[in-house]
């Protein structure tokens, strides 16, 4: 079983920058795809970013060159480094793992409690 705990939320200003990190415990993440979700009040949970056991990554649209996900295997952590954050950033961020990991929540096994990002304008 994996365990996986996100910390680095809180509350910024519009512009500002925030760096979450997901830890993960219970077994190493080999060949895992770990990624990034958010959920805003009464949405949907949507796709952020995923990278790869190997390091290939890919963004949704909406924080394409402003968001930056990277990981460390041999700490079994993921981060995602968040600038020019905006108001409708707000949400509460999870991080998955899985295998099969790509853009779909279906596609992940593991996911952690989530943090609260706070963007205000």
């Known amino acids: 079983q994996v365990q996986l705990v996100e910390s680095g939320g809180g509350l910024v200003q519009a512009g500002g920058s925030l760096r979450l990190s997901c830890a993960a415990s219970?077994?190493?993440?080999?060949?895992?795809?770990m990624g990034w979700f958010r959920q805003a009040p009464g949405k949907e949970r949507v796709f952020v970013a995923f990278?790869?056991?190997?390091?290939?990554?890919y963004y949704a649209d909406s924080v394409k060159g402003r968001f930056t996900i990277s990981r460390d295997n041999a700490k079994n952590t993921v981060y995602l480094q968040m600038n020019s954050l905006k108001p409708e950033d707000t949400a509460v961020y999870y991080c998955?793992?899985?295998?099969?990991?790509?853009?779909?929540?279906?596609?992940?096994?593991?996911w952690g409690q989530g943090t609260q990002v706070t963007v205000s304008s």
């Open positions: 990278i790869t056991w190997s390091g290939g990554y």
């Open positions: 219970g077994r190493a993440l080999v060949g895992d795809t």
């Open positions: 998955a793992a899985g295998p099969r990991g790509m853009v779909r929540t279906m596609e992940y096994d593991y």
